[in-house]
C-alpha cells in the first residue's frame, strides 16, 4: 500500500515546472533538467535539484533507497534537433566511481517498463578524477525500465540520433544491456556526477 501511495503522490508535472536551467547546452540550446526518480514507481530515491547548480556545469547528485527502487535521472529536452552527421557526445565529468548512464530518447515516457519506444542507453564509468569521454551514438542501447531489449526485439528498433528530444543522466540498478550495475551500491547512500561540458561530435 506505502509504495502504491508514494506512486500516485509522485509529481511529475511539478518535477518538470520546477525545471532547472544550466549553463550547458547542445547544438546551441540551454539544457533545461527536471527529476525522474524511482518514486514514480513507488520507491524512495530522490535527486537533489537544490544542488543541481552548485558547480558550472551540472551536479547530478543525491539519494538512491535500494528498499522498493533503485534509480534517479535527470532529464532535458533538446530543443534543437541533433544534426544527422554527428557522431556520439562527448564529456567531460568527474563522478564517484560509481557506473552511471547516459540517456537519449524521443520524451513522452518513452524508455518505461510500458513504452513503445526505449531509451538508448550508453554507460558512463567514473574513476573519481576528472576526464573526457566520447560515447559513440554507436555503442546505445535500446532499453525499457532498466530491461536491455531482447535479441529478437533489437530488430524492430533504429536508433536515429535526429529523432532524439531528450537527454538524460541515470543511476541505477541496471546497466545499459540490462545487466547488474556492480558499482552501484546497496540500502541507502548518497551519489554525485559532475558534468563539466557536453557537445557533441
Known sequence: MGQAM?????????NIANASSTPLSI?????????????????????DM???????GVLFSGTINTDGGGF??????????IPSDAKGIKIKYKGDKKTYKVLLSVGNGA??????????Q????????????????????????GR?????EMDSFVFNPSDMTQLGLMLSLKLSNGEANTKFGEGIFDFHLEIHEIDLV
Open 6 to 14: 508514494r506512486m500516485m503522490k509522485y509529481d511529475m508535472a511539478g
Open 27 to 47: 547544438n546551441g540550446a540551454k539544457l533545461v533538467f527536471h527529476k525522474l526518480d524511482d518514486g514514480v514507481m513507488g520507491g524512495k530515491s530522490s535527486t
Open 50 to 56: 537544490n544542488a543541481i547548480n552548485t558547480i558550472n
Open 72 to 81: 534517479t535521472s535527470i532529464r532535458s529536452p533538446l530543443e534543437n534537433s
Open 111 to 120: 524508455g518505461g517498463p510500458f513504452a513503445k519506444h526505449p531509451s538508448w
Open 122 to 145: 550508453a554507460d558512463l564509468t567514473s574513476n573519481g578524477e576528472l576526464e573526457e569521454k566520447i560515447l559513440d551514438f554507436s555503442s546505445f542501447k535500446p532499453s525499457f525500465g
Open 148 to 152: 536491455g531489449a531482447q535479441r529478437h
